[in-house]
């Protein structure tokens, strides 16, 4: 080795001891009581297992709850701003809160690094070199389903979804892809239990398929009260009704149920064999979707900082846009509006013993981007 090569790798050396040295602090709000806690709590404890399995000291998480209410966390974020001044933020995972969150945040200057939420407004027009979004564009997951519904023959779907950006992103996805006609639409309240009304609809509508966006507790009770409804008309919806933390909680009602996915405990590949055995390890139970994408948001954090400091904006912009880390997902890329460009699979629920889980079926939709991407100008 050259006199100038030793000179010019002890200074790259310098510089990443010098982003290390000069520590984070990221501010993260997310739902941990309530209705929504379970994806809130998945996101949060995904998140700090890779923190810690990084060896990283130098990064310090500030965790509120959210409480699921937009006025709740922009008072958060405010003071996570102005008060404990935060270099990035994320956390967020109902997306009429990241509307009421993510613009402010980058409007004054700091990262937003979304695990989950991605409103349709943030990926088009909206969008903003200092937003990332780590999981989807919300439609993404509906179009696969929407993909899946055709190869599966169906011609007449009944599609319901709650009344917020993320329910008429769910609709507008399925029906983007969907190439048969619609037996019934309905926007249902968010937070909604009783479904009896909508459940009368389905059975008098003459579907041949259903198609539900109700994430969480919502989805908990549709699911159930579907189930004993009697009505025998096959379902088709995303992962976030039938993800691990909701599936014991719905039972055999989610059997045989297909649900569109861009991530699962079977996708093969070091990093998430990995991951799905230290996340079990540390919190006794299976991850979710919910718990791979804050695991990868953290770790997309982690592969930006080794190479610079927030503080020199910048560089630390371009090291996010790199996407350099390995994702549970496996190949994993940012569009030009800092959305993914992923694989989505079908997945069916299944039982393994006494746990109901999900198995990858097949791709979905491959290499998928958003529609949004045209309307960004950055």
């Known amino acids: 080795m050259t006199f100038k090569s030793l000179i010019l790798a002890a200074g790259m050396a310098a510089l990443a ?7 984070i602090k990221v501010g993260m709000i997310t739902t941990l009581s309530g209705g929504g806690a379970g994806l809130g709590i998945d996101v949060r404890d995904g998140f700090m297992l890779a923190v810690k399995q990084s060896g990283r000291s130098d990064i310090d998480v500030v965790i509120e709850d959210d409480q699921r209410k937009p006025d709740i966390a922009v008072q958060l974020a405010d003071k996570m701003i102005q008060s404990e001044k935060v270099d990035v933020m994320t956390g967020i995972i109902w997306s009429n809160l990241a509307m009421a969150v993510v613009p ?8 937003y690094l979304s695990p989950n939420a991605g409103p349709s407004a943030l990926a088009g027009k909206g969008c903003h070199p200092n937003y990332f979004n780590v999981a989807w564009q919300n439609d993404n ?10 190869t599966a023959g169906y011609k007449n779907s009944f599609i319901l979804a709650p009344n917020y950006p993320a329910g008429q992103d769910a609709l507008t996805g399925y029906k983007r892809m969907f190439e048969g006609e619609l037996a019934g639409e309905l926007f249902t309240k968010l937070g909604q239990t009783d479904y009896a009304a909508e459940i009368a609809q389905i059975r008098a509508s003459g579907a041949d398929s259903v198609f539900f966006f109700l994430p969480g507790g919502m989805g908990i009770s549709f699911l159930k009260q579907y189930a004993d409804s009697g009505v025998d ?24 149920v297909v649900n569109t996915s861009q991530w699962n405990k079977d996708i093969d590949n070091p990093t998430n064999a990995a991951f799905v055995e230290s996340f079990q390890a540390e919190y006794g139970r299976l991850p979710s979707l919910y718990a791979s994408q804050g695991f990868d948001t953290a770790n997309l954090l982690i592969s930006a900082l080794n190479v610079a400091s927030p503080s020199d904006a910048d560089a630390f912009r371009a090291a996010l846009k790199a996407a ?7 190949d994993f890329a940012f569009g030009s509006n800092n959305h993914p460009v992923q694989d989505i699979y079908a997945r069916e629920v299944i039982k393994e013993g006494d746990v109901f889980t999900n198995k990858i079926i097949g791709v979905a939709l491959e290499d998928h981007a958003d529609v949004y991407a045209a309307e960004c100008n950055m």
């Open 17 to 23: 001891a010098g982003a290390q040295a000069e520590g």
């Open 104 to 111: 402010a945040t980058v409007a004054q200057g700091k990262f």
């Open 141 to 150: 997951l509906h179009e696969a389903a929407g993909a899946y519904a055709n």
């Open 324 to 330: 350099d880390f390995d994702s549970t997902r496996g």
């Open 233 to 256: 008309i096959p379902v088709v919806g995303p992962a976030f009704s039938f993800d691990q933390g909701i599936l014991q909680a719905v039972g055999d009602a989610a059997m045989g």
